[in-house]
C-alpha cells in the first residue's frame, strides 16, 4: 500500500492519501518538551513535533534525544525559592501572580506566596491578602 520497491513514498503522494483519509497533520514550532514519570523528567530541548489530527483524535510525535533529569526539576522549578521542597504543587503563572498583586494591592512576592499557599486558587488568594 505504502510505495513500491523504489526508495519509499513520496512525501506529496503520503500527504494526499492522508488527507484522503481525514488526517490532518501539523509541524510546531516547539522550543521543549518535558515528559514527567514517577522517576524522572525526559527533557527534549528544540525538539522536531508534529501533531496529527485523525478524526479528532491528536497524536503528538516527538522526534529528538532527550535529556534525563530528576523529577520535578524540569520546566522552571528552580524559581520558586525557599518552598520548592514543600509538595512542589502547580506551578504559578507570572499573570496570576500580577493579578492577584493588583487586585489585593500587595507585592508580587507576597501574590505568589499567597497563591502558592491556596494551591494557586487566585480567590482564595486574594481574600487571604485582603
Known amino acids: ?8 513514498l513520496n512525501p506529496r503522494k503520503m500527504e494526499q492519501m492522508m488527507e484522503q483519509m481525514g488526517i490532518d497533520v501539523d509541524d510546531i ?3 521543549e518538551v518535558i515528559i514527567r514519570t514517577d522517576e524522572h523528567d525526559l527533557v527534549f530541548s528544540d525538539p522536531e513535533v508534529t501533531k496529527m489530527d485523525a478524526r479528532g483524535q ?3 510525535q516527538i522526534i529528538g534525544s532527550p535529556e534525563e533529569v ?6 522552571g522549578a528552580a ?12 506551578s504559578i503563572p507570572d499573570e496570576d501572580v500580577e ?3 493588583t487586585r ?6 507576597d501574590a ?17 491578602l485582603e
Request: hydrophobic share 35%; aromatic share 4%; no cysteine.
Open 104 to 109: 489585593a494591592g500587595v507585592s508580587e512576592d
Open 1 to 8: 500500500m505504502f510505495g513500491g520497491g523504489g526508495g519509499g
Open 29 to 31: 514550532d516547539a522550543e
Open 70 to 75: 530528576e523529577s520535578g526539576a524540569a520546566g
Open 112 to 128: 505568589r506566596a499567597a497563591l502558592e499557599e491556596n494551591d494557586g486558587d487566585l480567590a482564595a488568594a486574594v481574600e487571604d
Open 79 to 90: 524559581d520558586s525559592g525557599a518552598g520548592a521542597d514543600e509538595d512542589a504543587g502547580p
Open 99 to 101: 493579578l492577584v498583586a
Open 58 to 60: 491528536e497524536t503528538y
